[in-house]
């Protein structure tokens, strides 16, 4: 696994250049994610984040997985 971390300041047009390093193959497939400090946003901004997260594949699939490990824990007596 290889992993890079770039620090920028959002430009003006909201549109950013990623170059990847030569070693990494053509057509290979990898993750880019953006991370922002959420306590900088306003509820606006929150609530389209929220949705956005609605249409995302991986965190759908992040919460199939949490519903389906965790859906005999309401049935189980404590």
């Known amino acids: 696994m290889f992993k ?3 620090k920028i300041r959002i430009p003006r047009n909201h549109r950013v250049t990623i170059e990847i390093p030569e070693f990494l193959k053509e057509n290979e497939e990898i993750e880019i994610v953006i991370t922002a400090n959420p306590s900088e ?4 901004q929150k609530l389209e984040l929220m949705k956005m997260a609605a249409k995302d594949k991986m ?4 919460i199939s997985e949490i519903n389906e490990e965790y859906k005999y824990v309401d049935s189980t007596g404590w």
């Open 41 to 44: 946003l306003t509820l606006s």
């Open 4 to 6: 890079t971390v770039q």
């Open 59 to 62: 965190y759908l699939n992040d």
